[in-house]
T-cell receptor
């Protein structure tokens, strides 16, 4: 059974204080690892897809990396508008379905 | 604008009633999905469909039913057999071909059953 574990559960940062969110996974035949951002009461917004170990992708203050066992979402010099829940999900095997972690709730304060 | 629409945004029902949640997409995606989200839990897959007139059960299909009569539409019915129907329901869609398989989500429907 595919498993995805995200840590920490919650993270509070001051504006400008860089940090990383972790997503560790156990799957058979990884086809892709996905990062989403979710604001309260809204649907998740797609951020990145990573397909193979060593791959990195960047978007503004966010950078996602992938190893054979985990992925990190690095947030550089965060701003209050980066406050959200960040979700990690994996696709494995032949099915197109995703298995999600429980998310990391990020709060960035002034 | 291309995207996924879900209606209504909020839905209230009495216990024992069936209720149908709407999901429409104009992204020309082959696959569509229904997830349920509860506080403190990750998204859990209810049903998914990769082609018209075909669908598969996800991890928590009991008490739910779906249909896929058109490529653009994938309605979810929450039946009275679902023991804890109050939740935030999310619909998503994705392509099945090419290099990218990311799922795009709708705005969600919050269902409250009392």
């Amino acid at each position: 059974e595919d498993q995805v574990t995200q840590s920490p559960e919650a993270l509070r940062l001051q504006e400008g204080e860089s940090s990383s969110l972790n997503c560790s996974y156990t799957v058979s035949g990884l086809r892709g690892l996905f990062w989403y951002r979710q604001d309260p009461g809204k649907g998740p917004e797609f951020l990145f897809t990573l397909y193979s170990a060593g791959e990195e992708k960047e978007k503004e203050r966010l950078k996602a990396t992938l190893t054979k066992k985990e992925s990190f979402l690095h947030i550089t010099a965060p701003k209050p508008e980066d406050s959200a829940t960040y979700l990690c999900a994996v696709m494995a095997g032949t099915a197109s379905k995703l298995t999600f972690g429980t998310g990391t709730r990020l709060q960035v304060t002034l | 604008d291309g995207g996924i629409t879900q209606s209504p945004k909020y839905l209230f029902r009495k216990e024992g009633q069936n209720v149908t949640l709407s999901c429409e997409q104009n992204l020309n995606h082959d696959a569509m999905y229904w997830y349920r989200q509860d506080p403190g839990q990750g998204l859990r897959l209810i049903y998914y469909s990769q082609i018209v007139n075909d669908f598969q059960k996800g991890d928590i299909a009991e008490g739910y039913s779906v249909s896929r009569e058109k490529k653009e539409s994938f309605p979810l019915t929450v039946t009275s057999a679902q023991k804890n129907p109050t939740a935030f329901y999310l619909c998503a869609s994705s392509t099945l071909y090419g290099v990218s398989y990311e799922q795009y989500f709708g705005p969600g429907t919050r269902l409250t059953v009392t």
